[in-house]
């Protein structure tokens, strides 16, 4: 395929994580941002620091959801699962025939969320893991040696083998390990298990994360919120028995 114009709608931790690593390889790449955190990357480009990548800026394209009016191949949505209606004319503007949209939130059925609001539009599925966030104006830090994207489509969703290869050459190119899902309802319910037994525990004790490795209550919490967690994904068809490894 020709080389994919990628479009971030969201320039968070996640999202920005994405756009600097596309772009120190040289991807073709645009973001969405707005208020402070936009005029930052106008004016002094974005400021990544990365345990993988090292310490770059980088000139990279940025609009509001309103002002851009070009087209893309690839649309990663990027924002909080409340702000997704507020990009679908985004969406459908900057969609062509061959568009896919890939949403990556930790809210389980976004996908199909997306797809009944921009119908005559290819939408993919995915999850992220990273540890990302914004630690300043127009500046993303990435933490640690984990940087992985699963995504695929659901059934009934038509999108050549060929589309997919491409958006995982591209990741891959850029230093992200992508995986093509084949059962990707399967590993974004996965996904919402493991961070919501995660947030609830670390909201209800008030700890950071690394608590949770720590053999005591919190750790049991969390083992037993997974636990239901489970129970819910063998109700509903989706076994999630070892499949966390990796994260």
Not at 30 to 39: D, P, Q, S
Not at 150 to 167: C, D, F, M, P, Q
Request: hydrophobic fraction near 40%.
């Amino acid at each position: 395929m020709a080389e994919l114009k990628h479009l971030i709608a969201g320039t968070g931790g996640v999202g920005g994580s994405i756009a600097a690593f596309l772009a120190l390889a040289g991807k073709d790449v645009t973001c969405i941002a707005r208020g402070g955190h936009l005029a930052a990357l106008r004016e002094h480009g974005l400021r990544l620091h990365s345990d993988l990548k090292g310490e770059h800026t980088l000139n990279i394209p940025a609009y509001t959801a309103e002002e851009f009016q070009g087209k893309a191949d690839v649309i990663f949505v990027c924002v909080k699962g409340y702000s997704v209606d507020s990009i679908t004319e985004l969406i459908k503007r900057a969609a062509h025939e061959g568009t896919v949209v890939l949403p990556i939130l930790n809210v389980y059925g976004t996908g199909p969320r997306i797809q009944r609001l921009v119908p005559g539009v290819t939408v993919l599925d995915g999850c992220i893991y990273i540890v990302g966030f914004v630690s300043g104006k127009g500046e993303i830090t990435q933490m640690g040696k984990i940087f992985r994207l699963v995504y695929g489509a659901h059934k009934g969703t038509n999108v050549s083998r060929e589309t997919l290869k491409a958006i995982q050459r591209d990741m891959q190119e850029s230093g992200i390990k992508a995986e093509i899902s084949p059962d990707i309802q399967r590993d974004t319910f996965i996904k919402w298990s493991f961070i919501s037994a995660m947030a609830v525990t670390g909201a209800y004790y008030d700890v950071p994360m690394g608590e949770v490795q720590k053999p005591g209550k919190v750790r049991d919490t969390f083992i037993g919120l997974s636990q239901e967690s489970a129970a819910l994904g063998k109700k509903t068809g989706h076994s999630v028995r070892g499949r966390c490894s990796g994260v």
